[in-house]
C-alpha cells in the first residue's frame, strides 16, 4: 500500500504540521520548509525542530517531502538570479537535514528564452554545485515533471533524464511524477493502455527505480494543453480510475503519494479516505 497524504500547511511553524496531517488521515505529506513566496527564510529554531521530530515519532510519519520555493529557477540565464537561486536550494537542502527530510521536490527550471538545452545543462551544474556545497547531505532531490507552461523545462520525461546524465552526483537525484503535469504535457493516462504505456515510456527513458514520490492531482485542462491547473480529483478531465490504477499498482506501493489539490482541509481528507477505499477494490 502506498503512503497516501497531501500537501500540509506550516502556519504557526513546522511543528504544527505532523499533527495537521495525521488529523486528516495523512501517512505521508509534504511541506515548504519557509515561505514559498519569499527569498529569505527565518530560521527554525532548535524547539521548533524537537517538537517537531517528536510530533513525527509520535504519530509514526517516515515519509515527509519538503517542496522547494517557487521562486527558485536552478536553469536561469540570469547570473544574478542563478546566484540566488542556488543560494536557496542550499537553504532548502539545510532545512531538509535539519528537519531529518528525506526527499526534496522541486521543478527543475525555466529557459527564460534560451532554449531547453541551455536551461537542462544549467539545472545540472546547478544541482552539482549545491550537491558539493552541503557535502554530507543524503536528502534525495527528486525534480518533477512540469506540465510545460511558459519556458518551463522538464515537460518530457527526456528533459529529466538529461538532467541526471549531466549531473556528476546522479544517486543524489530521483524523480516526482505529477499527474495532472504528465497530463497536461501529454500524457494519456485514462485508458489502461494510456496509463501503461506512459509508465513503461518513463521506465525506458527514466528507469522506475527513480521514481520515489507521486503527487496525485486531477487536472482542469485538458490532455495535452501544457497549462498547470490543478484540480480535485474526479473533477478534472483525468477522472477517478487513472488514480485507482495508481494506489492499487504493485510497482509503486510503499512510495509517498501526496494530493495538492485545490480547496480546504475538509476535501484533503475526503480524498484521502478516497484514495484509501480504493485500494484493493
Ligand atoms: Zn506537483
Ligand atoms: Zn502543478
Request: hydrophobic share 35%.
Amino acid at each position: 500500500m502506498p503512503y497516501i497524504g497531501c500537501h500540509v500547511s506550516i502556519s504557526g511553524g513546522v511543528e504544527n504540521a505532523p499533527m495537521r496531517a495525521a488529523k486528516l488521515g495523512c501517512d505521508s505529506f509534504q511541506v515548504f520548509t519557509a515561505n514559498q513566496m519569499q527569498w529569505r527564510a527565518a530560521p527554525i529554531s532548535d524547539d521548533s525542530r524537537d517538537v517537531y521530530l517528536s510530533e513525527l515519532k509520535k504519530n509514526n510519519f517516515e515519509n515527509v517531502i519538503s517542496h522547494d520555493s517557487y521562486l527558485i529557477n536552478l536553469g536561469s540565464p540570469d547570473p544574478k538570479k542563478l546566484v540566488m537561486s542556488r543560494n536557496a536550494f542550499i537553504e532548502e537542502i539545510q532545512r531538509s537535514i535539519f528537519l531529518n527530510i528525506p526527499y526534496i521536490v522541486f521543478h527543475p527550471g525555466s529557459h527564460m528564452g534560451n532554449g531547453d538545452s541551455f536551461a537542462l545543462q544549467t539545472i545540472a551544474e546547478s544541482l552539482d554545485y549545491c550537491i558539493e556545497t552541503v557535502p554530507d547531505s543524503t536528502v534525495t532531490l527528486l525534480l518533477e515533471n512540469t506540465a510545460g507552461q511558459g519556458t518551463n523545462v522538464g515537460y518530457k520525461f527526456e528533459h529529466l533524464e538529461t538532467i541526471i546524465k549531466q549531473s556528476s552526483h546522479p544517486k543524489r537525484l530521483g524523480v516526482c511524477f505529477d499527474t495532472c503535469h504528465a497530463f497536461s504535457s501529454g500524457c494519456e493516462l485514462i485508458t489502461e493502455s494510456g496509463y501503461a504505456d506512459t509508465f513503461k515510456k518513463f521506465d525506458d527513458v527514466i528507469g522506475l527505480d527513480r521514481l520515489k514520490v507521486f503527487h496525485l492531482n486531477d487536472s482542469k485542462k485538458a490532455l495535452g494543453s501544457r497549462v498547470d491547473r490543478h484540480h480535485q480529483l474526479g473533477e478534472g478531465f483525468i477522472g477517478l480510475e487513472p488514480f485507482r490504477r495508481l494506489v492499487n499498482d504493485k510497482r509503486f506501493a510503499g512510495l509517498p503519494m501526496i494530493l495538492e489539490t485545490p480547496g480546504d482541509d475538509e476535501h484533503y481528507a475526503r480524498e484521502i479516505k478516497l484514495l484509501k477505499d480504493a485500494v484493493n477494490q
